[in-house]
């Protein structure tokens, strides 16, 4: 995960909007995801993005992309309490199989 | 859906044992890889399999070894087993193409004694 960082921990209240960043630094990664990992599961795709896209949305989830900065974002809007979980950022390299992963934000919902 | 399956969700064995993990895919997939995962450190890979028959070491392959002798199945081997490999292993799977995401398996947290 040394590659790709993000912030260990973000709390926030029931119905407010998360928003989890992570940093990269290949700048040759074509393809971003966000995955979720709920408590003693393994992880589960939640989006992903190309790196000629600067946004994409879907239902309640909103990534963007700033690939100057190489920063990506992944935004919940009216947040619940299922959402608690830790969340990956990866990436993968042109030409590569493996994804480099940062260490997971763990977001907590309070009511 | 894609459904990668891991054979046990959780296991203990002794220092020294020899241990298998098992994965099963379902969906034909080229690729599949073994992660471990601990608190801090997020997600490191241990082995890939791009095809069957061939491996790859990945970031952390020490301890380890790996057998894909069928295009469903990826098996990770502690040839004898540390305390240090107590930990969660992820496997993964992905079919061919850039675009192509990897699917996990629930995971197995394994103990060593």
């Known amino acids: 995960g040394e590659d790709v960082e993000q912030s260990l921990f973000l709390s926030v209240r029931e119905g407010d909007s998360s928003v989890i960043n992570c940093t990269y630094t290949?700048?040759?990664?074509?393809?971003l995801y966000w995955y979720k990992q709920e408590p003693g599961a393994g992880l589960q795709l939640l989006t992903y993005?190309?790196?000629?896209?600067d946004m994409k949305q879907d239902q309640r989830l909103t990534v963007l992309l700033n690939k100057k900065d190489k920063h990506l974002s992944l935004r919940i809007a009216d947040t619940q309490t299922g959402d608690s979980a830790i969340y990956f950022c990866a990436e993968v390299p042109s030409n590569d199989y493996k994804l480099s992963f940062g260490a997971g934000t763990t977001v907590t919902v309070r009511a | 859906d894609v459904k990668v399956t891991q054979s046990s969700r959780y296991l203990v064995k002794r220092t020294g044992e020899k241990v298998f993990l098992e994965c099963v895919q379902d969906?034909?997939?080229?690729?599949m890889f073994w992660y471990r995962q601990d608190p801090g450190l997020g997600l490191r890979l241990i082995y890939f399999?791009?095809?069957?028959?061939?491996?790859e070491k990945g970031d952390i392959p020490e301890g380890y070894s790996v057998s894909r002798e069928k295009k469903e199945r990826f098996s990770l081997i502690l040839e004898s087993a540390s305390t240090n490999q107590t930990s969660m292993y992820l496997c993964a799977s992905r079919g061919g193409g850039s675009n192509q995401p990897q699917h996990f398996g629930d995971g197995t947290r394994l103990s060593i004694l």
């Open positions: 399999s791009y095809d069957v028959k061939m491996k």
């Open positions: 969906m034909d997939h080229e690729n």
């Open positions: 993005i190309f790196s000629n896209m």
């Open positions: 290949d700048s040759s990664s074509t393809y």
